[in-house]
């Protein structure tokens, strides 16, 4: 059996890395279980692709189809181009995406049409917010997958009420955790934290890169100023995303308690992550990680994609009016920072779970 595995960005190769590793374990019995890497370039800053492989000791890609820049629709045109062309050369049983980026929805777009089963990691989820880019490439992608990898109960009944067979959704868990797990002893302390005379629970993190957040340049400076006013004169971190940076490049921000540093390596982000207070962000995938080590965590969006991380974990909405952040987050000084527990089948064994499905579905045809 011949496996693709299709990653494009970070969040990718962080869902892919537990379930290469369970592959390479089940290769020991099944020799004819064999994988392929392909990553899209979609990103193609350093920090955002090449330090994770190497990090997450996961191989280089066996291609790089160098697909990166350019407008939403034009990366996924170049995407399907050129995923395109490989595939009429490289013959596989299953295409396996992950989440919900332009490479997911353009991989199995090109899949789909030269008839190869798809499996999406990741599937069901749903923000019910077709404004998001991600969501529309959330729902293309489920209408025309084959075998859905779930990480909640609520998206395995997204999937069943727009019209999917049971037999083919298969709650997995979380494979982002399952990483997670595995180098949470392997954090490393990012190279400016003495530089910064940072310590632990002494500073908040921020992340920001939607394009709701981060294009209006003005929305920009009112969120980080109205974050930032809210915390006490207690320091705020900031990785700018590379989508970010060009942004803040343009914006004249003095906001004293505001540190704006470049993007980190997985390693050193989640220790920056693990030993703060809490944490304002606009990613999905923060919001599991941080539900997983416990820390606070508040989404700068109305909705969210992931709401047991809501319902059972550490999240909580803080909406996209940055003149309401100010009673939000004083009511959190006051009452206490959120707490969570982690959500069911979080335990690092996702990956071994999602290969163990993919062996039996082609053993029994």
């Avoid at 994770?52 to 990366?75: A, D, M, R, Y």
């Avoid at 332009?102 to 089963?117: F, G, M, Q, R, Y």
């Amino acid at each position: 059996m011949k496996i693709c595995l299709v990653a494009g960005t970070r969040p990718n190769f962080i869902k892919l890395s537990s379930i290469v590793e369970a592959i390479r374990l089940h290769q020991k019995v099944n020799i004819n279980l064999h994988y392929t890497i392909v990553h899209t370039g979609q990103h193609y800053d350093k920090k955002m692709s090449d330090d994770f492989f190497s990090e997450l000791s996961i191989p280089k890609p066996n291609v790089n189809l160098n697909c990166g820049g350019g407008s939403q629709n034009e990366q996924v045109a170049k995407i399907i181009i050129a995923f395109e062309k490989y595939l009429l050369k490289n013959k596989f049983d299953l295409v396996v995406v992950f989440g919900d980026v332009n490479s997911t929805v353009a991989c199995s777009l090109v899949a789909k049409k030269l008839l190869i089963k798809i499996a999406h990691v990741e599937a069901g989820l749903r923000s019910f917010d077709n404004t998001m880019p991600e969501e529309i490439n959330r729902i293309i992608t489920d209408s025309i997958t084959d075998y859905f990898f779930t990480t909640s109960e609520t998206a395995n009944q997204n999937l069943i009420k727009s019209g999917k067979k049971n037999k083919n959704i298969h709650f997995v868990g979380n494979t982002m955790i399952d990483t997670l797990i595995k180098n949470i002893k392997k954090f490393t302390k990012p190279k400016f934290w003495n530089k910064l005379n940072l310590r632990q629970k002494k500073y908040f993190v921020i992340t920001l890169h939607r394009p709701s957040n981060v294009d209006d340049k003005k929305k920009l400076k009112l969120l980080l100023s109205s974050v930032s006013a809210s915390l006490k004169n207690i320091r705020l971190v900031f990785p700018a995303h590379p989508r970010t940076t060009g942004v803040l490049k343009n914006l004249k921000i003095e906001i004293n308690n505001l540190i704006i540093v470049d993007p980190m390596s997985y390693l050193e982000f989640n220790y920056l992550v693990k030993n703060s207070i809490a944490v304002f962000t606009d990613s999905g995938g923060i919001t599991e990680e941080t539900t997983f080590m416990g820390i606070p965590c508040m989404t700068l969006r109305d909705n969210t994609e992931r709401p047991e991380t809501i319902s059972i974990g550490t999240n909580q909405l803080l909406g996209t009016d940055p003149l309401k952040y100010k009673k939000i987050i004083n009511d959190c000084f006051r009452n206490g920072w959120k707490k969570g527990k982690i959500p069911k089948l979080w335990d690092g064994k996702t990956g071994e779970r999602i290969v163990k499905i993919i062996e039996k579905i082609y053993d029994d045809k």
